[in-house]
């Protein structure tokens, strides 16, 4: 993703506002962020033998955080 949003990032033109591809690249990375945090707190309560918490978290996760990404982006696709 930082790769990708370099290698845009110098064929744009800088403007002073958020363009649509900047929220897109912001909501992919907060989303990451997201996973990176619910993988690591599943573990810990998987490590202190919490296992049935930890599958909630891991099945609401599962379909929770695709749907928070396709919302904010249909958002992001009314709103820009």
Known sequence: MVAF???IAKDLPRVGYTTFLDAVFLTSFIFVFLCIVEIVFVYVLQVKKRTGLAETIRQTARWGIP???WGLLALLVVVC
């Open 67 to 69: 749907a928070g990404i």
């Open 5 to 7: 949003q370099l290698s």
